[in-house]
Structure formats: C-alpha cells, structure tokens
C-alpha cells in the first residue's frame, strides 16, 4: 500500500493474581460467539464464578485508562464452551465489562490493543472496535486476510497479514485509510510497553564481548539503554558448571551480573522458557525453587534484591511441563506499579510492585 510507514525493527519480533475473582458489571455487552458481532441483550452477571485467564493479557494503559487488564476468560468447568474478552479492575479483580467471543478461536487468534479510549480486537476474518469503559460496539469491519499484529497510525490503527503488507483504518469509523504512518503498538501479540521481550538467538548481538554468560531471554528497551538479560553463567565455586543468572548491560558493557542462587539466598532454577519484566527501574523475574515458585524484585541500575516473595501453592504444578490446558506464563507492571503474572494454568496473581505483597488473585478454582 503507498504512503505506508513502519517503524524500523517493529517486524519480527513476538511477546506478555489474593482477593475477588467475583463478577460484576454495570452493563455488560454480549458478542455472539459465531459472528463476532454484539447480541441485543446486554449480560450483566453476578456471584462468583471461577475463570480461568488465557494468554495475551494487556495492561490497559493511554489516554485516560486506568491501567486495568484487558484478557480473555473462560470458566474452568467449560462444557458450554464460554469464553469472553473482559475488563478486569486492577485494584479489586473485579470485572468491569465482558463480551463472549468465539471460543473456536485460539487465544493468539484474537489479537488486541488499546488506541486511546477504544479496545480494538482482530480476529482472522474482523477488526472490531469497541468502548473501553463500557465494552459497548463501536464498529466492526471485514478483513480479507488474517492479521499477523496491529499497529498504530494517526487517528486510526494498522493491521499488518502475514505478507507484511499494511491497511489503515480509521479509529472513529472503521472505514480504511489510503495512507500514513504505523509504527509499533503495544497489543497481546507484540512485545510490552516499554521494552521488546526476544529470545537466545535475538539476545547474542547484544551481549557483552568475551563473556561466560549464556543468554536464555534478553529485554530489549525502547528507550534507554539498559539490556537485560536471563541465562546461565559459570558456577563460581564450580567452574565447569554453569548455574541460573542474570544481569544487565549498557554499550556491550555489565552494569551488574550475579547468580540467582547467591542473589535470593536458595537454590534455584528459571521457568522454561525464562521470564522477565523491567518497569519504573525495577526488574522482576519468577523462578521456582525447592518450595515452589516465587517472584524477585531487583533495582534495574545495581541489581539490588527488594523482595523476593513466595506465590500460592496449588493443586497443580504450575512451574513447569505442558498439559491440555498448559501455556507459557506471561508476566507484565503496570504503571500502576501492579505485577500481573499468569501462570501456565491460567490462575492470574497481582502483587504490589514496591512490596512483593499479593493483592488479588483470578483464577481460583
């Protein structure tokens, strides 16, 4: 398409609860499952129910918004095959909003973002918009091939396919745009809002000359300079062995490195794959030790420990291996100063970024 724009290096790359997980909604906008399309009767649920959270969970964050998490749910117990995308308050968990969505769908099927005051949604065949505080329809519009990501353009957003071609649409009517520009967006298929998560092969070029250390994942930022980066490295007291670590990097240069083990004060190993999160000069990666898995809070210059603080324990090992209803856990800050980490069960636990404390969880069978 002429006139299109991409922001360098925005291709190629891919991404990432104690208290209420009881519903409530003011006026709760249903979608029929099959179409996509909002239903006439509005849904408004109540009581508890046990959901469970599906990967692609995004901090709502933009003009006006509250930093609240935009994912998609569906019940544990799930014969109806229900599943809805949901606004969930990020101080209480309570629900705000929630459209039923097509189940048929995988969760990296319906792509979303936030464009100022709107929830824009992608699915293979249909781009919909819809309200942000009320979850009510704004437009929806055909696709003639499935997204690969969204991305963001004045007054409007982009979609890009799987050939790398690009159309814009406007964000007040839907309608499609002849040209302008679209540069990375923050969206459940793309990275985070401040940094670029990649793994081993995208971490090589950036690691520091003639090192031992192995990178796992790297966190790309950005803006700054400040690399981090989970691996392994040698064992200090035993050389030919190499143990969990991490550290960060400027200019190819250690601003600091240190060894898990040493550095929580216990034995301990990453999840597989390796996560990591970097908000408000603050790193948080989880790691899983004899007790079961935990959260650690390091200072981003220094690599100082804040906390390190144990999560539930479940009926289910949710540290590692692959299952029915198993996926890769996703971690994310908000500039709320919440953590949101979904487990590869699907439980949601926020805690208190300066704290560590747990706050709410979702997810509780």
Aim: charged share 15%.
């Amino acid at each position: 398409m002429a006139g299109i724009v991409l922001t360098a290096g925005m291709l190629g790359y891919t991404l990432v609860r104690s208290g209420p997980s009881h519903v409530t909604a003011p006026q709760v906008a249903e979608v029929s499952a099959t179409t996509g399309e909002l239903s006439a009767e509005a849904e408004t649920p109540r009581g508890r129910e046990a959901l469970r959270v599906l990967p692609g969970s995004i901090v709502m964050e933009g003009d006006a918004q509250p930093n609240d998490l935009l994912a998609v749910l569906e019940p544990w117990a799930n014969p109806a095959g229900q599943r809805w995308l949901a606004r969930v308050n990020a101080r209480t968990g309570e629900i705000e909003w929630r459209n039923e969505i097509d189940a048929n769908l995988a969760p990296h099927a319906i792509i979303r973002t936030i464009v100022g005051d709107a929830v824009v949604v992608a699915t293979p065949t249909q781009l919909l918009a819809f309200d942000a505080q009320s979850g009510h329809s704004r437009w929806k519009r055909g696709l003639g091939s499935a997204p690969l990501n969204l991305c963001s353009a004045k007054a409007g957003l982009g979609v890009i396919d799987a050939a790398n071609r690009v159309s814009i649409y406007s964000l007040a009517t839907g309608f499609p745009t002849l040209n302008g520009q679209c540069a990375a967006t923050y969206s459940s298929n793309f990275g985070a809002p401040n940094f670029t998560p990649t793994d081993a092969t995208g971490a090589a070029p950036w690691l520091p000359k003639r090192t031992s250390f192995v990178a796992q994942r790297a966190l790309l930022p950005l803006h700054g300079t400040a690399q981090v980066f989970i691996g392994l490295d040698k064992n200090p007291s035993s050389p030919q062995d190499r143990v969990p670590a991490l550290g960060v990097a400027s200019g190819r240069k250690w601003l600091w490195q240190a060894d898990l083990a040493s550095s929580v004060g216990e034995t301990a190993r990453w999840l597989d794959p390796p996560l990591a999160v970097v908000r408000s000069d603050t790193l948080v990666v989880p790691y899983v030790t004899t007790e079961g898995a935990k959260l650690a809070a390091f200072t981003l210059p220094t690599g100082k420990l804040v906390w390190a603080q144990a999560l539930p324990k479940v009926a289910v090992d949710d540290t590692g291996g692959v299952g029915s209803q198993r996926t890769a856990p996703e971690l994310s800050i908000s500039l709320a100063r919440r953590i949101f980490y979904r487990t590869q069960e699907g439980r949601l636990w926020v805690l208190n970024l300066d704290s560590g404390i747990l706050e709410w969880s979702l997810g509780d069978q």
